[in-house]
């Protein structure tokens, strides 16, 4: 079936200006994950929705990054006045759930390659 | 120290070798274990889920040791197509949503 979606694959925007990124889950999984992987270093945690709720947006890096899920499907991850740090590949992922063994793997999708000049 | 710790690596080993990596975690109230590979500027993909009995696909093999905290993963017979970095994952309920990914260890076959 299916996997996890992304786009667009690559986004290339000026220092100062938004930009919006595109999730689509596989169908049926009721938990999404946003994360941030800069070149060479590890994956960083930004945000979780069960369903269309994100219990803690404590891990999005600034005020300058949002998100939002409707339709307990897409998602979408907004950075306003974006930074030249804000360079980095981000990932999104689903589970069927989260806090169940066996239902908790995370299937990732391509991700969107962002560079801010 | 780390929630999740892997050997650093890297490693580097001729076609054929078998190779082992160690991966400790620090929750005891962990519950979901998982290797993923990630290869140079793609997404991990899931490469095996660990289960307590321990599990193996094919040329891999994924131990979980609870009381020791720690899982591993066996590469036999490894390929050049093996190369890449493994990351080690895990997940406990409680952790709203924020699985804990090691640094990963990264692997270079060579002929």
């Known amino acids: 079936g299916a996997g996890v979606s992304q786009s667009p694959s690559n986004k290339v925007t000026e220092k100062g200006k938004d930009v919006e990124l595109r999730c689509d889950p596989i169908?049926?999984?009721?938990?999404l994950y946003w994360y941030r992987q800069r070149l060479g270093q590890g994956l960083e945690f930004l945000i979780y929705?069960?369903?269309?709720?994100?219990?803690?947006k404590s891990g999005l890096p600034s005020d300058r990054f949002s998100a939002e899920r409707t339709g307990e499907s897409v998602s979408t991850l907004t950075i306003q006045r974006t930074q030249q740090e804000d360079s980095a590949v981000y990932l999104c992922?689903?589970?069927?759930?989260?806090?169940?063994?066996?239902?908790?793997?995370?299937?990732f999708g391509p991700g969107t390659r962002l560079t801010v000049l | 120290r780390k929630e999740v710790e892997q050997d650093p690596g890297p490693f580097n080993v001729p076609e054929g070798a078998t190779v082992a990596f160690n991966c400790t975690y620090s929750?005891?109230?962990?519950?979901?274990f998982f290797w993923y590979r990630q290869d140079c500027r793609k997404e991990p993909k899931l490469l095996m889920s660990?289960?307590?009995s321990g599990n193996e696909d094919g040329r891999f093999t994924a131990q979980l040791n609870r009381a020791s905290q720690y899982i591993s993963l066996l590469i036999r017979d490894s390929k050049l197509s093996d190369s890449a970095t493994y990351l080690c994952?895990?997940?406990?309920?409680?952790?709203?949503?924020?699985?804990?990914f090691g640094d990963g260890t990264t692997l270079t076959v060579k002929p």
């Open positions: 992922a689903s589970s069927l759930e989260w806090g169940r063994v066996h239902t908790d793997t995370q299937y």
């Open positions: 169908s049926g999984h009721t938990a």
């Open positions: 929705f069960q369903g269309n709720s994100a219990p803690d």
């Open positions: 929750n005891s109230a962990s519950q979901s």
């Open positions: 994952v895990v997940n406990y309920a409680t952790n709203a949503g924020k699985s804990t």
């Open positions: 660990v289960y307590s």
